[in-house]
């Protein structure tokens, strides 16, 4: 299986920066798409942004130009660098991957806990 665990969340007041962080573990074969999810209180959970292992990125339109999704293969982690945010942005945001194990040759979508993301004045 594959394990992720994020990071990086926290406070911030409008017009502020976070970068949250994502790190893979377990029996990886491959991180085919690695993304970041945001869900609100009593709100659907909603697609953020993805990247591909060859870097192609996607982007939400609500938080295109802001943020900004990176990865670093070595380290099996993918980053979201969050600038200008706005109240709307509170949420917790959740790490995602398509991915591979070297325990099952089919890929898989597996999931992190969450970390909790305020924007406020």
């Known amino acids: 299986q594959v394990q992720l665990v994020e990071s990086g969340g926290g406070l911030v007041q409008p017009g502020g920066s976070l970068r949250l962080s994502c790190v893979a573990s377990?029996?990886?074969?491959?991180?085919?798409?690695m993304g970041w999810y945001r869900q609100a209180p009593g709100k659907e959970r909603e697609l953020v942004a993805t990247?591909?292992?060859?870097?192609?990125?996607n982007y939400a339109d609500s938080v295109k130009g802001r943020f900004t999704i990176s990865r670093d293969n070595a380290k099996n982690t993918v980053y979201l660098q969050m600038n200008n945010l706005k109240p709307p942005d509170t949420a917790v945001y959740y790490c995602?991957?398509?991915?591979?194990?070297?325990?099952?040759?089919?890929?898989?979508?597996?999931w992190g806990q969450g970390t909790q993301v305020t924007v406020s004045s």
């Open positions: 995602n991957t398509f991915a591979k194990s070297t325990t099952w040759g089919s890929a898989a979508i597996y």
């Open positions: 377990g029996s990886i074969f491959s991180l085919y798409v």
């Open positions: 990247i591909t292992n060859n870097d192609s990125t």
